[in-house]
């Protein structure tokens, strides 16, 4: 299994200054933080950076580039997911570098859940009644075969939005939180939120 940290991204709202190189609670930065939580995790997988950045060369860790460029985070998911093919790797735990709580057993968790899903991710329910649902793709876990079939269907049909990429794998399933889990899936989009703690 590989863990895939996406790091790409202009970092607009953060005034430009990488997300993933931000202190998180504790002292470590953003990106360190999640390796360490991924290692405790899943001891046996490959960890790499999503997206290339020369601010993130220290962490000695591999960067995989978008491809193609230009395209917003399937790019990213797209470059992944055709590394781990070519390195024949089944599955894949994706993240995204600006997630300040999240710890070693939601890890684990997603990863043992429903093993034969082609995505396992939990969703987010909105409006009245929970109406409108959207999956968290920047925490899910990905089977590369089937995902990359997806994945590159979506771009040759001109989409975008890993919202329709999940809407185009067939048996992808919802990750159920507690409500101490969900608030560990809390991240960082704004200096606001960094100040929220």
């Not at 470059?79 to 684990?108: K, N």
């Not at 975008?160 to 560990?184: M, N, T, Y």
């Amino acid at each position: 299994m590989w863990v895939g940290i996406f790091v790409g991204g202009q970092s607009r709202r953060m005034g430009g200054f990488p997300k993933g190189l931000l202190e998180a609670p504790g002292g470590q930065s953003l990106v360190q933080r999640l390796v360490s939580e991924a290692q405790r995790a899943l001891p046996e997988a490959t960890i790499c950076l999503v997206g290339e950045h020369p601010a993130y060369a220290p962490l000695g860790l591999p960067q995989i580039a978008d491809a193609p460029a230009g395209i917003g985070p399937l790019g990213g998911l797209l470059g992944l997911l055709g590394a781990a093919t070519t390195s024949r790797v089944e599955r894949l735990l994706v993240m995204s570098c600006d997630l300040p709580f999240v710890r070693a057993p939601l890890m684990e968790r997603l990863v043992a859940f429903a093993p034969e899903a082609a995505a396992v991710a939990p969703l987010d329910r909105f409006g009245e009644g929970g109406g409108e649902t959207r999956w968290q793709p920047f925490f899910a876990r990905y089977r590369v075969a089937p995902s990359l079939a997806a994945a590159s269907a979506l771009h040759g049909a001109g989409g975008r939005s890993l919202q329709q990429l999940f809407s185009r794998l067939p048996g992808a399933v919802e990750l159920p939180l507690s409500p101490e889990e969900r608030a560990q899936l809390r991240d960082w989009d704004t200096p606001e939120d960094r100040r929220l703690g």
